[in-house]
């Protein structure tokens, strides 16, 4: 019978990676505090056996994913965070700025003064929640972000006017910045932040920006390759945005708000159309709500056009 605790290296890290992955699902295995559980699968492993615990321990990569919170730490936390750091080594960060739970504007956040001088080190930076209150006391964020490809904002409340320019102090801080995950942009914000070089944007919502404000932002993003947008078209006018001469390297557009009436989902189903006829090699990703709502009307749409149209 094989034992695991005497499987190759390579497919014990191999298992090790896919177990702690972020993006999949974790059950907890040990009790640990509410803070450390996204630790809960890395830091189960090292309990299995002596050799499973060396294996893990030597592994920077599985303790890549930083949590920082904003209100203050125990002691016990910023120990830990110490450690999981010390064991991180020398590989990225992916570090995700929970703003959640109390805060005293007065005081100051130990774990965030703790992790600001490895931020040079983050490869992405998430703020879930992100509380507009506290926005000039994070922002402009300190130093320079050689490795930093991609940072996720959601802010906390939906009324807000968005992030200001503040948010990047200048392009050159980041110069590898590839990806932006936004909720509620400002125009603003935009001012500062290196566009040519992204190769994707996503908006989960426009916030406040207006036609002239998506048309001068995509018109600056000629490296563009994947876009998230809420709405293929909506209140735009031709040209379209998403037209070649604006986006020319554009291959992907995901659509993800196509819930409209009868006649508004015809219009849009329109505009995907002629969008597809005039880019050759896009491809659309829509919900599959609305490829339901458009199934008698892809009927009678050229195959090599309906098929480039995806379902999410």
Not at 19 to 48: C, I, M, W
Request: proline share 7%; hydrophobic share 40%; charged share 20%.
């Amino acid at each position: 019978m094989l034992q695991i605790d005497t499987l190759p290296v390579e497919l014990l890290q191999s298992i090790f990676l896919f177990a702690t992955d972020n993006h999949q699902s974790k059950s907890s295995y040990v009790g640990f505090p509410a803070r450390l559980e996204h630790l809960t699968p890395a830091l189960t492993l090292t309990y299995v056996c002596s050799r499973w615990r060396s294996i893990s321990l030597a592994m920077g990569r599985l303790w890549s994913h930083v949590v920082v919170f904003f209100s203050d730490s125990t002691a016990q936390e910023l120990l830990m965070l110490t450690w999981q750091l010390e064991r991180a080594g020398s590989c990225p960060l992916h570090v995700t700025v929970d703003t959640s739970g109390r805060f005293d504007r007065g005081g100051r956040s130990r774990s965030w003064e703790f992790i600001q001088h490895h931020l040079p080190r983050s490869q992405t930076l998430f703020f879930p929640n992100l509380e507009m209150t506290l926005h000039d006391f994070i922002f402009p964020l300190p130093g320079q972000f050689p490795r930093l490809k991609r940072i996720t904002v959601r802010l906390a409340s939906r009324h807000t006017l968005g992030l200001k320019a503040s948010l990047f102090a200048s392009a050159t801080s980041v110069p590898s910045l590839e990806s932006l995950d936004l909720r509620n942009p400002h125009a603003a914000m935009f001012n500062t932040i290196p566009l040519p070089q992204l190769n994707s944007i996503r908006f989960s919502s426009l916030g406040t920006l207006d036609l002239h404000s998506i048309y001068d932002l995509l018109r600056k993003c000629s490296a563009l390759t994947h876009l998230f947008f809420p709405s293929p078209r909506g209140r735009y006018e031709v040209p379209s945005p998403f037209s070649p001469i604006i986006l020319p390297q554009l291959s992907s557009l995901t659509v993800n708000d196509c819930k409209l009436d009868e006649e508004e989902s015809q219009s849009t189903l329109r505009d995907l159309v002629t969008i597809l006829a005039a880019r050759p090699g896009l491809q659309v990703l829509v919900p599959a709500e609305a490829v339901s709502q458009w199934e008698m009307q892809l009927i009678d749409i050229p195959d090599h056009l309906r098929n480039r149209i995806l379902v999410l």
